[in-house]
Antibody
Framework: QVQLQESGPGLVKPSETLSLTCTVS?????????WGWIRQPPGKGLEWIGS???????YYNPSLKSRVTISVDTSKNQFSLKLSSVTAADTAVYYC???????????????????WGQGTLVTVSS | QSALTQPASVSGSPGQSITISCTGT?????????VSWYQQHPGKAPKLMIY???KRPSGVSNRFSGSKSGNTASLTISGLQAEDEADYYC??????????FGGGTKLTVL
């Protein structure tokens, strides 16, 4: 059974960098699949942040791209999120998830999230 | 990349069927049959209910079905049950290896 667990500080100061790690168990990241981050501000909807392949290939939400870095550590079976220059608007529950892919017109496309972590609340406040 | 449009809320009585719409554009929903649907109960992580427009993951009830027409995808829940009360989100591939979610729909079982 694939399981994901987010970890990191629950409180970050404005203008600083938010850092989270997702530890995967029950599946080796090196075996394939993309792995992603999604966030949900309190009382609001879901927002895709970005995804990474075990090789290090990344895709980011254009609205966050200038502030986001996602990396992978296959030796620890983990992937990580860094979001810089945070403001109160970045306060949210952050989820990590496995990203399923689909074949479209002969090309593989990332398309759905089949396993999710429980989520971790990160509050941006001084 | 704009969020997909979902109704804020829908409701139905036990045993009835309801449909939740998810409207995008010709750049996302309309161009690819890559819409997924998620169920989220309060305080819980989302759960995948439908992927690739109409496929159900193992373990998901066949009361849940998905379809698409033009730029609008739909999730239909038949034989509504109290446990179906939750928030539902659609998500679509939006080109250039990006994904976009809908704003979410709150389903109330009366």
């Amino acid at each position: 059974q694939v399981q994901l667990q987010e970890s990191g500080p629950g409180l970050v100061k404005p203008s600083e960098t938010l850092s989270l790690t997702c530890t995967v168990s029950g599946y080796s990241i090196s075996s394939g699949y993309y792995w992603g981050w999604i966030r949900q501000p309190p009382g609001k909807g879901l927002e895709w942040i970005g995804s990474i392949y075990h090789s290090g290939s990344t895709y980011y939400n254009p609205s966050l791209k200038s502030r986001v870095t996602i990396s992978v550590d296959t030796s620890k079976n983990q992937f990580s999120l860094k979001l810089s220059s945070v403001t109160a608007a970045d306060t949210a529950v952050y989820y990590c998830a496995r990203v399923g892919s689909s074949m479209v017109r002969g090309v593989i496309r990332t398309s759905y999230f089949d396993y999710w972590g429980q989520g971790t609340l990160v509050t941006v406040s001084s | 990349q704009s969020a997909l449009t979902q109704p804020a809320s829908v409701s139905g009585s036990p045993g009835q069927s309801i449909t939740i719409s998810c409207t995008g554009t010709s750049s996302d929903v309309g161009s690819y049959n890559l819409v997924s649907w998620y169920q989220q109960h309060p305080g819980k992580a989302p759960k995948l209910m439908i992927y690739e427009g109409s496929k159900r993951p193992s373990g998901v009830s066949n009361r849940f079905s998905g379809s698409k027409s033009g730029n609008t995808a739909s999730l239909t829940i038949s034989g509504l049950q109290a446990e179906d009360e939750a928030d539902y989100y659609c998500c679509s591939y939006a080109g250039s290896d990006t994904l976009v979610f809908g704003g979410g729909t709150k389903l109330t079982v009366l």
